[in-house]
């Protein structure tokens, strides 16, 4: 990864571990709010919630170092969980662009859902 894309994704990432959070505790508050369940239903489902969610925190941020080796292959997995828009994805160089269109796309095309597969 080349100087002016580290530094945005730099940048970028501590506002990427911003969103995925406040998307946990967004599906959190939603489940605690959802009368149709009982209230034990709702802390269950709540704790079942925030143990998934660590999970994928930790896969989305943990995994990875924050090394400039590991860079592009961490942005990939953002970009996949929807944390970096497209918008900001515009500001990296096209190299660095075109791969993770790529990868994106391949992902699209063999039907990749489940980020553990990969």
């Known amino acids: 990864m080349?100087?002016?894309d580290w530094k945005l994704y730099s940048a970028l990432r501590p506002l990427a571990h911003e969103?995925?959070?406040i998307r946990i505790m967004e599906a959190v508050?939603?489940?605690v709010l959802d009368r149709s369940l009982a209230p034990y239903e709702r802390i269950e489902a709540s704790e079942e919630l925030l143990k998934a969610s660590q999970k994928?925190?930790?896969w989305a941020f943990g995994?990875?170092?924050f090394s400039r080796n590991e860079a592009s292959s961490h942005l990939l997995g953002l970009c996949v969980r929807e944390l970096i828009t497209p918008d900001e994805l515009t500001g990296f160089s096209e190299e660095t662009q075109g791969w993770i269109?790529?990868?994106l796309a391949d992902r699209e095309v063999h039907g990749?859902?489940?980020l553990d597969a990969e």
Do not use: G, K, P
Request: hydrophobic share 25%; proline share 0%; with cysteine.
């Open 112 to 114: 990749i859902e489940d």
């Open 56 to 58: 994928e925190l930790y």
């Open 101 to 103: 269109n790529h990868c």
């Open 2 to 4: 080349n100087e002016s």
């Open 19 to 21: 969103r995925m959070c």
């Open 29 to 31: 508050e939603r489940t």
């Open 63 to 65: 995994a990875f170092r």
